[in-house]
T-cell receptor
Framework: KQEVTQIPAALSVPEGENLVLNCSFT??????LQWFRQDPGKGLTSLLL?????REQTSGRLNASLDKSSGRSTLYIAASQPGDSATYLC?????????FGAGTRLTVKP | DTGVSQNPRHKITKRGQNVTFRCDPI?????LYWYRQTLGQGPEFLTY????????KSRLLSDRFSAERPKGSFSTLEIQRTEQGDSAMYLC????????????FGSGTQLSVL
């Protein structure tokens, strides 16, 4: 059974800092890995999707990497802003089964 | 079309009552998923449809839960004889059929069972 773990569970940083969120998974036979953002009481917004054959994806200040063999992914956020405060979740897909981590709750202080 | 729409946003009900939620996916998407999320946890898969066919159901989906997607458009999720343990955020997502397509989520329906 696929287990997805996100560390740390919560992170607080000052504005402007670069930061890395971590995601690990136990079964490396995946189709893809997706990073989402969730604001309190809201649904999930897709940020980046990395296919199993890819090593990384970039969108603006966000960069996600994937090391399938070691079961790890990182989400790098450059020059963090207070508006980046949210919970970030990773999800791995195998067939029609998408498994989510519990998320990292990020607070960026002005 | 601006995204996945879910109604109602909030639902408070008494234990034992039936509730029904609605999801309107992005119109071009043929896959529709239901997830459940409790506080501090990631979403858990409940079921999914490809067009009007319900292709997979999680073991989490007890006999009190039923989902439909008539005509492959909107979907409904009904919970019969609600229990306090059903309190959660119910999320709907849609995508194209390609497994490497992104999932687009609605804002969810927050259910509170008293």
């Amino acid at each position: 059974k696929q287990e997805v773990t996100q560390i740390p569970a919560a992170l607080s940083v000052p504005e402007g800092e670069n930061l890395v969120l971590n995601c690990s998974f136990t079964d490396s036979a995946i189709y893809n890995l997706q990073w989402f953002r969730q604001d309190p009481g809201k649904g999930l917004t897709s940020l980046l999707l990395i296919q199993s054959s890819q090593r990384e994806q970039t969108s603006g200040r966000l960069n996600a990497s994937l090391d399938k063999s070691s079961g790890r992914s990182t989400l790098y956020i450059a020059a963090s802003q207070p508006g980046d405060s949210a919970t970030y979740l990773c999800a791995v897909r195998k067939y029609n089964d998408m498994r989510f981590g519990a998320g990292t709750r990020l607070t960026v202080k002005p | 079309d601006t995204g996945v729409s879910q109604n109602p946003r909030h639902k408070i009900t008494k234990r034992g009552q039936n509730v029904t939620f609605r999801c309107d996916p992005i119109s071009e998407h043929n896959r529709l998923y239901w997830y459940r999320q409790t506080l501090g946890q990631g979403p858990e898969f409940l079921t999914y449809f490809q067009n009007e066919a319900q292709l997979e159901k999680s073991r989490l989906l007890s006999d009190r839960f039923s989902a439909e997607r008539p005509k492959g458009s909107f979907s409904t999720l009904e919970i019969q004889r609600t229990e306090q343990g059903d309190s959660a955020m119910y999320l709907c997502a849609s995508s194209w059929a390609d497994l490497n397509e992104k999932l687009f989520f609605g804002s969810g329906t927050q259910l509170s069972v008293l």
